[in-house]
């Protein structure tokens, strides 16, 4: 199959070949990975009980998507990615806030999935084959890993989309036999390992769980869902079988591993160390099932996240090819995994990243939704793509080809959101306005929203030619 060469120019209708089920496929496929599997121990890990992680983990991801899946329309209109689109309310310049948010998030979970999939990999043929469980060990697995990666990402949409079909079958398979693995030591009682409740009391330590391990699932995605929804024609599927499928592909492409998750840690008693306590309370039998699941459910995933962060950093630098931008992004990422592993803990290093960037991310995708309801839907292709083609002028090119009042609105959105936000090494400043309870996500979307309103009342919407409006 040939490598693709499409970057983020808009695609044309009749290479707009997939189908809602495709998105569905995608989405499950990917998703049925560790690096997706671990945000279910977050909850165990802040000494919340059982049913307590569990409905966290859920009420966050049906939050999440709430928020996210309506951005699934928005590239099925434009034929281009997200963060391009976004140029229709940002500007055609910017439209950068968005691809260097998307790039943000898929560096960071690119290098999640690589990490924890490497060390589970480590920590599973050391059982097997006596691996040594040294330096040299993790750098081999991390390198493997990070090379199958971005041999798929650089091939593009096609072969992932090939390979997710493969995954949400094979893994589910996989991830079935886990529970019949791990259904003897499974329990609900609590684990005194994690020290009790992370913030000091219930509801605050719930209330961080739903975003740390719920809602920053389907935050993930407001830059990536258009990579894919770009190959979906509006002329064959309706917008209601594309919205069903983003809920139906998010829903099930994360609840199913993070409760695999959730289940995992409290059968492994992994109240602190998820990856070792996964390998270490795994009967032999199922060692073999467990590697092909660190293995390849981390390519699936990690090449989903690169291929789009390629994207992002093709949008950033117009000059730049897709293929050598998503060689530069893995070798940023690699670098990230490497860090990771020697210098941060796990949950301190997680929640830090979901909980910021989530801050940041959230205002930009309600400013982008309220965007494509206030034009219906309707955008102008071309003028969409003047900054990639080295041009000047369009329908989106307000001044300098920035929407000042636009960007003004997500910054002072992301402000209110990193300084409400509650992290292991810093407490924002607006936090006891809240009673100590994070409220970052919700404070970031409601300011950025209300701003971009405020300061756009009065500005005219630009309108789509008659000859582009799907």
Do not use: K
Not at 72 to 83: E, I
Not at 191 to 213: I, M, Q
Request: glycine share 12%; aromatic share 10%.
């Amino acid at each position: 199959m040939p490598i693709e060469q499409r970057g983020v120019d808009t695609i044309p209708d009749g290479e707009r070949t997939s189908g809602p089920r495709d998105l569905v496929s995608i989405l499950v496929g990917s998703n049925l990975c560790l690096g997706v599997i671990v945000f279910g121990w977050l909850p165990v890990s802040f000494g919340l009980g059982w049913w307590e992680s569990v409905s966290a983990v859920v009420a966050g991801t049906v939050i999440g998507t709430a928020l996210t899946a309506p951005l699934a329309l928005v590239s099925l209109r434009t034929g281009t990615n997200l963060s391009t689109s976004s140029g229709a309310q940002f500007g055609v310049r910017g439209r950068l806030v968005g691809s260097v948010v998307g790039l943000l998030l898929s560096l960071g979970y690119t290098a999640l999935t690589i990490w924890i999939g490497g060390d589970v990999m480590v920590g599973t043929l050391h059982r097997l084959l006596g691996l040594p469980a040294g330096g040299l060990s993790y750098s081999l697995v991390y390198a493997l890993l990070a090379a199958a990666t971005v041999t798929g990402a650089v091939y593009g949409y096609r072969v992932l989309l090939r390979l997710s079909r493969v995954l949400a079958v094979g893994m589910t398979a996989l991830l079935a036999l886990g529970v019949i693995a791990y259904a003897p030591d499974f329990t609900t009682a609590a684990l005194p390992g994690a020290g009790g409740y992370a913030l000091g009391s219930f509801w605050p330590t719930w209330l961080l769980a739903l975003v740390a391990a719920g809602l920053s699932g389907p935050i993930a995605f407001i830059t990536l869902l258009g990579d894919y929804t770009r190959y979906i024609s509006p002329a064959r599927h309706s917008s209601r079988a594309v919205l069903g499928a983003a809920w139906l592909g998010l829903l099930a492409g994360l609840l199913l591993p993070q409760l695999f998750g959730t289940f995992t840690a409290y059968a492994a008693r992994a109240a602190l160390d998820y990856a070792g306590g996964l390998v270490e309370a795994s009967p032999a039998w199922y060692l073999i099932p467990l590697l092909l699941a660190a293995s390849a459910g981390s390519v699936g995933n990690a090449g989903l996240m690169l291929y789009s962060m390629g994207l992002d950093l093709d949008a950033i630098l117009p000059r730049a090819s897709r293929a050598r931008a998503t060689y530069t992004v893995a070798a940023v990422a690699t670098v990230c995994v490497f860090v990771g592993h020697y210098a941060w803990e796990a949950q301190d290093a997680m929640t830090s990243f979901v909980l910021l960037l989530t801050a940041i991310g959230t205002p930009w995708a309600v400013i982008t939704l309220i965007g494509f309801v206030r034009c219906r839907g309707e955008y102008d292709a071309e003028a969409l793509q003047v900054f990639n083609r080295r041009a000047r002028g369009g329908a989106y090119w307000y001044r300098g080809g920035w929407n000042a009042r636009a960007t003004a609105a997500w910054a002072l959105g992301a402000t209110a959101g990193v300084l409400a936000v509650a992290l292991p090494s810093y407490e924002g400043p607006l936090l006891p306005l809240t009673g100590g309870v994070d409220c970052s996500f919700l404070l970031s979307g409601v300011v950025g929203g209300a701003g971009y309103l405020a300061l756009t009342a009065r500005e005219r919407q630009p309108v789509a030619p008659l000859d582009q409006v799907a």
